[in-house]
């Protein structure tokens, strides 16, 4: 009796792990959109400057819309996945800090003359 509850518990315990990882984006993803989200940010600062309606346009919005899309990502499914992360500190830090390392050396080759040509 002990075995078969335990093996209900463990079938169980796998069902909830499996039907999350489904739901929440990887690290990887969350950090190549979560860095396009950044950069969209920097556009929609840049744009403000010279477009006293962007905001009232709701130009973040769209810009936000237009990473989603090219992700393939709903905004839900986004949400869902960075408040998992937020309630996992360890991995939202790692994510954070290939952010920040991305940020740096993009910064170190734009100084250095090594930009990349699109």
Not at 8 to 14: D, E, G, I, K, R
Not at 61 to 73: D, G, N, P
Request: charged fraction near 35%.
């Amino acid at each position: 009796m002990r075995k078969l509850l335990l093996s209900s518990c463990m079938l169980w315990l796998m069902a909830c792990a499996n039907d999350e990882s489904d739901r929440i984006l990887s690290k990887d993803s969350m950090q190549i959109i979560m860095w396009d989200m950044m950069k969209a940010d920097e556009l929609f600062i840049r744009k403000m400057v010279t477009d006293s309606n962007a905001v009232k346009n709701k130009e973040d919005v769209k810009l936000y819309e237009t990473v989603f899309r090219i992700h393939k990502v709903t905004k839900d499914r986004f949400f869902e996945s960075y408040r998992y992360y937020e309630a996992h500190p360890i991995l939202f830090k790692e994510i954070i800090d290939s952010i920040d390392s991305k940020s740096n050396r993009e910064r170190i080759d734009r100084y250095s003359g090594k930009r990349n040509k699109p």
